[in-house]
T-cell receptor
């Protein structure tokens, strides 16, 4: 059974710092991994999607890497801003045992201090 | 990207009543929709997979008689929480998969906050 864990659970940093969020998964047989952002009381915003054959994806100040063999992904945020404060979730898409479905991680609550 | 809406965004109901939540794909036809539940400060847990024109597939531990799912059309899936109790209070999020766009193209709705008094 796939399990997805994110470390740290919470993080508070001063504005301008570069930071790394970690995601690990127990079953390396995934189709892709996706990073989401969730603001309090809101839905999900997709940030980056990495296919199983890819090693990284970049969008603006965000860079996500994937090491499928070791079951790890990292989300790198450069020059953090107070507006980056949110919960970040990673999710892996598993091979189907019926249908394709995402398994979500436990999330990292990020607070960037002005 | 494609848009998925949910209605209502927030609902408060009395214990024992039933509540229906709608999930709509606004600009594409979704043969498959997913329903998730999120407890405060917790991650999303998949509840069930909703397939148009057929019965939903529920995850282990989810009561199918309590959480009724109907996917009657290619743009609408509904989740009905029957005889709601305070422990059903949660944030419910749906997602919809756009066919022909790859297995990984799922779009998430904005969520519905359910509070049962």
């Amino acid at each position: 059974k796939q399990e997805v864990t994110q470390i740290p659970a919470a993080l508070s940093v001063p504005e301008g710092e570069n930071l790394v969020l970690n995601c690990s998964f127990t079953d390396s047989a995934i189709y892709n991994l996706q990073w989401f952002r969730q603001d309090p009381g809101k839905g999900l915003t997709s940030l980056l999607l990495i296919q199983s054959s890819q090693r990284e994806q970049t969008s603006g100040r965000l860079n996500a890497s994937l090491d499928k063999s070791s079951g790890r992904s990292t989300l790198y945020i450069a020059a953090s801003q107070p507006g980056d404060s949110a919960t970040y979730l990673c999710a892996v898409l598993n091979p189907p045992s019926g249908t394709y479905k995402y398994i979500f991680g436990t999330g990292t609550r990020l607070k960037v201090l002005a | 990207g494609a848009v998925v809406s949910q209605h209502p965004s927030r609902v408060i109901c009395k214990s024992g009543t039933s509540v229906k939540i709608e999930c709509r794909s606004l600009d594409f036809q979704a043969t498959t929709m997913f329903w998730y539940r999120q407890f405060p400060k917790k991650s999303l847990m998949l509840m069930a997979t909703s397939n148009e024109g057929s019965k939903a597939t529920y995850e282990q531990g989810v009561e199918k008689d309590k959480f009724l799912i109907n996917h009657a059309s290619l743009t609408l899936s509904t989740l009905t929480v029957t005889s709601a109790h305070p422990e059903d209070s949660s944030f419910y999020i749906c997602s919809a998969r756009e066919p022909g766009q790859g297995i990984d193209t799922q779009y998430f709705g904005p969520g519905t906050r359910l509070t049962v008094l």
